[in-house]
């Protein structure tokens, strides 16, 4: 009884929205230490951020053993994603930052405790998952790129070398050029200086834009949002099945159930009624 109290007190504390913001404000309070060591300091500074630093570790052991105690299934914890990420974070978090071998990658991963924000806000995780699940579709649209950087930079590298062997030595230093002009960072110049020796390259640069910062560019913006869509519509759906609520898809085979009703059970339309 008492660890079932217990476990009603961590699940009220882990659902209250005032102990949500103090987790996010602890998070961010931890990258600003972070970057405040960067800087030169004075020894008794970085004593006070040593201690700041172990108590933002304390204090993410503490509220990871909330939520985990406050786990209805706990065999299953782990089994989320976002909760193995946090306990990860905050294990690595644990080796000592002074007179360690370790030592670097404890600072490195102090920097990533920034990034416990996402597993608290739940757009954040829409907009990394969605991220993630748009990869196998971006792929494909990067290899394409790839294809045109690769022609186009094969036919720079062979027209305007001996115009300008820096941005067009090699195919590698061409490309490196395209991406340049695909970003629109001071492309006329580039333009202008083979229009010099060759007045219709303007052609090659303008399908280039058109094919890459026009084209793939929102081709990979258009991936990424439809996949957030159905982020959004996906947990919109789970959220009304634990509220009990009917989702828009159940109100539309409801309905067609009931044409479909309506359709059996009217008589037959009479000859006449044809004529």
Known sequence: MKANAL?????ALRSNKLFELFVITVIISSAL????KTYEISPGKQDLMRLLDWAVTIFFVAELTVRFVAEENRKRFFHDFWNTFDTLIVLVSLIPIDNSDLALVARLVRVFRVLRMVSFIPELRILLVSLIKALPQ?????????IIFYIYAAIGSTLFESINPVLWGDISISMLTLFR????????DV?????VVYPLSWIFYITFIFFTAFAFLNMIIGIVVGVMEHEHAKIQKEDAMQRGEPTLQDLQDQLQELARLVKANSPPE???DKI
């Open 7 to 11: 476990r009603q007190r961590f699940v």
């Open 33 to 36: 230490l972070v970057g405040v």
């Open 138 to 146: 971006l792929g494909y649209v990067a290899l394409l790129m790839f």
């Open 181 to 188: 002009v695909m970003t629109f960072e001071d492309w006329t």
């Open 191 to 195: 333009m202008y200086e083979t229009m």
């Open 270 to 272: 009479r000859l006449t």
